[in-house]
């Protein structure tokens, strides 16, 4: 499985919108809250390995 890299855009009620910057792409997914990191914010880098989300250093 690939390791992806996103970005947080936007955070509305229970879930984050992410675009990812690995790829050339501005399509936006929406994720649950539950699934990342407490402390995230707009602006926050994740990274996505092994169907789980941490936050990208």
């Known amino acids: 499985m690939e390791t992806q890299y996103y970005k947080i855009t936007n955070i509305n009620g229970d879930y984050a919108f992410l675009v990812r910057t690995d790829i050339d792409s501005t399509d936006e997914i929406m994720v649950a809250?539950?699934?990342?990191?407490?402390?995230?914010d707009i602006g926050t880098t994740l990274k996505w390995e092994n169907f789980a989300y941490t936050i990208s250093e």
């Open 33 to 40: 809250l539950a699934l990342l990191p407490y402390d995230i």
